[in-house]
T-cell receptor, first 110, second 112 residues
Framework: RKEVEQDPGPFNVPEGATVAFNCTYS??????FFWYRQDCRKEPKLLMS???SGNEDGRFTAQLNRASQYISLLIRDSKLSDSATYLC???????????FGTGTKLQVIP | DTAVSQTPKYLVTQMGNDKSIKCEQN?????MYWYKQDSKKFLKIMFS???????INETVPNRFSPKSPDKAHLNLHINSLELGDSAVYFC???????????FGPGTRLLVL
């Protein structure tokens, strides 16, 4: 089993739609969680951190479920510019390695 | 005022050659990383340094040797290049190992 798993997609959604991605992690010691966004042929960039109580940043909402060991990302009112690959990240903390998921590709269609 | 820079951006070379990729960050971060992203887009950590000390060394062939001359630089030297080394190599940095990572633009390596 991969340490951090995501549905690779692609998710093809119309503009204005709401779309949700899930990500599961296998290391129960994971303490910090993030969502990164990677555009085609570009480097990954932080989209948002994921906090235990869940957090929102504009159209984006992240949730953490420690009991089931998954995190989610909800995107409301999808824009064409949201088209990208979304990478889930889990970190146990300290000097242990940060693990990136395989990414979920989103294509927002006009 | 690029935060994390890498050189070169593109590298095309023959099998068996030795090549180096350089990385510099001007964010004042203590931790730096090398990642490999293969054709399936999986981003896999190779090495991590904290204050010039190696803290993560994943199962990478010993043909790959990182070197951190100071906190702001982390270079990657690859000996005897193989076809399977073709990938995009990303350098990244963070304040601490658990904080947000800032990535360089990547070096696209093609081994012929």
């Amino acid at each position: 089993r991969k340490e951090v798993e995501q549905d690779p997609g692609p998710f093809n959604v119309p503009e204005g739609a709401t779309v949700a991605f899930n990500c599961t992690y296998s290391n129960s010691a994971s303490q910090s969680f993030f969502w990164y966004r990677q555009d085609c042929r570009k480097e990954p960039k932080l989209l948002m951190s994921v906090y235990s109580s869940g957090n929102e940043d504009g159209r984006f909402t992240a949730q953490l479920n420690r009991a089931s060991q998954y995190i989610s990302l909800l995107i409301r009112d999808s824009k064409l510019s949201d088209s990208a690959t979304y990478l889930c990240v889990a970190s146990p903390g300290g000097y242990q390695k940060v693990t990136f998921g395989t990414g979920t590709k989103l294509q927002v269609i006009p | 005022d690029t935060a994390v820079s890498q050189t070169p951006k593109y590298l095309v070379t023959q099998m068996g050659n030795d090549k180096s990729i350089k990385c510099e960050q001007n964010l004042g971060h203590d931790t730096m990383y090398w990642y490999k992203q293969d054709s399936k887009k999986f981003l896999k950590i190779m090495f991590s340094y904290n204050n010039k000390e190696l803290i993560i060394n994943e199962t990478v062939p010993n043909r790959f040797s990182p070197k951190s001359p100071d906190k702001a630089h982390l270079n990657l030297h690859i000996n005897s290049l193989e076809l399977g080394d073709s990938a995009v190599y990303f350098c990244a940095s963070s304040d601490t190992p658990t904080e947000t990572q800032y990535f360089g633009p990547g070096t696209r390596l093609l081994v012929l």
